[in-house]
């Protein structure tokens, strides 16, 4: 994995048991490349996960972190294609396909063994919240003021909490004044400036 999290300038390892985990932000403050970062751990770490984000940047992102040729990720654009991907450790849906989600996690059979990752949450309908925020082993990623059922998001017990901006809405956490690119975590047992630590290895 390329980049690192660093929780007050400490190298910070996110768990399964760090879940579920709300991350919002407003645009370019950080937040994104932190949810893929935390997502890109999880996975070295040996978690399963079920990917769907809006936008293919994302998806990219989460190669170049992991490595672009693994042999343990499966892209996934029809539900015919699941039966030969349910195998795989990391099954990325097609960007922005909330149908394809929605399909999925009917018959996945191993659903709830796998961290859900929702990223640019704004994009999509209730009824991808209707499955999300009954899972455990789920991570919420966006703009949470412009996300469309932003009140029961709010409502959910999370284990952490990280803020990139203040949110309009209200959450239990209270976030400081941020540096560029710096967030605000609070989790169960830690606390403090989230950033990521880039790693310049190989750059020329």
């Known amino acids: 994995m390329k980049d690192k999290i660093l929780l007050n300038d ?3 390892n996110f768990t399964e048991n760090d879940l579920p985990c709300l991350v919002t932000y407003s645009e ?7 949810s893929i970062a935390m997502v890109a751990e999880l996975f070295v770490s040996g978690s399963k996960i079920l990917f769907l984000t809006a936008y293919p940047m994302a998806k990219e992102n ?13 892209f996934v654009t ?3 294609e699941l039966n030969k991907a349910k195998d795989f450790q990391v099954i990325i849906l097609e960007s922005g ?3 394809l989600f929605l399909e999925v996690v009917k018959i996945l059979p191993d659903l709830y063994d796998r961290v859900v990752l929702i990223k640019n949450m704004e994009i999509f309908s209730e009824k991808v919240f209707n ?5 455990e082993k789920v991570i919420l990623s966006g703009d949470i003021d412009a996300c469309v059922d932003k009140e029961r998001i709010s409502k959910k017990y999370y284990k952490t909490m990280v803020a990139f901006s203040k949110p309009k809405i209200s ?12 967030g605000y975590l609070l989790g169960q047992n830690k606390s403090g400036i989230v950033k990521i630590l880039k790693d310049k290895v190989n750059k020329i």
Request: net charge negative; hydrophobic share 35%.
């Open 10 to 12: 400490s190298l910070l």
């Open 171 to 182: 959450l239990p956490l209270e976030v400081p004044v941020l540096e560029k690119y710096n």
């Open 78 to 80: 029809s539900i015919e």
């Open 28 to 34: 370019k403050t950080g937040g994104s490349h932190f």
């Open 131 to 135: 499955i999300c925020l009954e899972l």
């Open 97 to 99: 396909n909330e149908g």
């Open 62 to 74: 989460f190669l170049e972190q992991v490595g672009e040729n693994n042999t343990k990720i499966t």
